[in-house]
């Protein structure tokens, strides 16, 4: 496929690849930016593979215009789920990126995309339609296989069951409304059936967090 081809292509030799090679190695985010930049004015169909990782460093700095605008730009390029999770992650609202995950959902409809949506609308506190969003979730084919990244407690993510991160989909749900105590027995059936899970741990420690702050 000649789009795949030309989306996959680094001209290594380059003076600004090596640089940006330098700048990775010593963390630095702005050289590399610099670097790849320079690559794509230099020849930008030769260096259409640096377009997403420049879009994952603007990212990573926090330069969400710039991650848009590279996004927009992206030359032949094939579907990436990294370049999918940064259009919903530079969303200026939650609505927005509401609309971002379902217009991808509907393109590629991907467990992962139910569970956004879900915690997305537990945030806009619209719980009813979160209720909804988990039959989605358990009619979906991949429920039982897949498994669904998760936030640990020193904020690294970890992948877990799919039928255990809806678990606590559905204790975040409650606990939003108020019912902790609700949320402390779906979390606690999760524990009969995923024990030691660092992720419940870290919900239980929440909910005792919001018990104390009453």
Request: proline share 4%; no cysteine.
């Amino acid at each position: 496929d000649s789009t795949v081809k030309t989306a996959n292509k680094i001209n290594k030799e380059s003076f600004y690849y090596k640089l940006y090679l330098q700048g990775k190695k010593n963390q630095d985010p702005y050289t590399q930016i610099v670097a790849i930049n320079s690559m794509l004015v230099e020849d930008s169909l030769a260096n259409a593979g640096m377009q997403d990782t420049l879009a994952m460093i603007y990212a990573g700095a926090g330069l969400d215009k710039s991650t848009k605008q590279v996004l927009k730009e992206r030359t032949n390029a094939p579907e990436s789920e990294d370049m999918d999770d940064l259009k919903i992650m530079t969303s200026k609202t939650p609505e927005e990126a509401m609309q971002t995950t379902r217009e991808l959902y509907k393109k590629s409809p991907k467990l992962r995309y139910l569970f956004i949506m879900a915690g997305l609308q537990i945030q806009m506190q619209k719980f009813a339609d979160a209720d909804a969003t988990f039959n989605k979730i358990e009619a979906h084919k991949n429920y039982k296989t897949e498994k669904i990244p998760s936030t640990m407690a020193d904020g690294k993510e970890a992948k877990i069951p799919a039928e255990a991160a809806l678990y606590m989909l559905k204790a975040q749900n409650v606990a939003a409304q108020g019912k902790l105590a609700q949320a402390r027995i779906i979390l606690e059936n999760l524990e009969k059936k995923y024990p030691n899970l660092p992720q419940t741990k870290l919900m239980f420690d929440q909910l005792n967090q919001m018990s104390k702050s009453r």
